[in-house]
Structures are given as structure tokens and as C-alpha cells.
């Protein structure tokens, strides 16, 4: 939830003269892992935070070591929009 709110601080301490359209998201539970594929670790690296411009004064930040699938799956969303 922490994330959440700092990312309203942030959204809310941009000054752009269009007001920011805010998008519903629908939280889910994680699919199980296929027990023939061992979960995959990656070494936990400092992130740091990505802003991706949509366009149209959209902005979506994340942090860097997001998944690429689900960030590839978000984009989708957020374009048919």
C-alpha cells in the first residue's frame, strides 16, 4: 500500500495543466507455477523508478526490475484506452 500512496504524492507534485485520468485496476491472485519449471531467481538489485510517457500527459511510473510480461500486459491495457 506504501507504494501506492507515493505514487499519488509524486502524481500529485507534478504540475501539468491536464488533470491526470485515473485508471481501474483489478488486483488478482498470482497464477500457480507449472511444476516443471523451477521459479526463477534473479539476484534482488537496488530498483530504481521508470517513467514511461503514454502520451496525451499520461505517465506510468514503475520501478525497474518490474516483470516484462506483466509490464508488456499493462501497456496493452493502458492502450486500448
Known sequence: MS???RWRKE???IS???IPQLIPVEVVEPLPASPEE???SRPRKKASI???ELGG???LR???DI???ALGRILDVLERR
Do not use: M
Request: hydrophobic fraction near 30%.
Open 62 to 64: 514503475v520501478e525497474s
Open 3 to 5: 507504494q501506492l500512496f
Open 11 to 13: 502524481l500529485c507534485q
Open 57 to 59: 500527459g499520461r505517465r
Open 67 to 69: 516483470d516484462t510480461e
Open 38 to 40: 523451477p521459479p526463477v
Open 50 to 52: 521508470v517513467t514511461i
Open 16 to 18: 501539468t495543466p491536464s
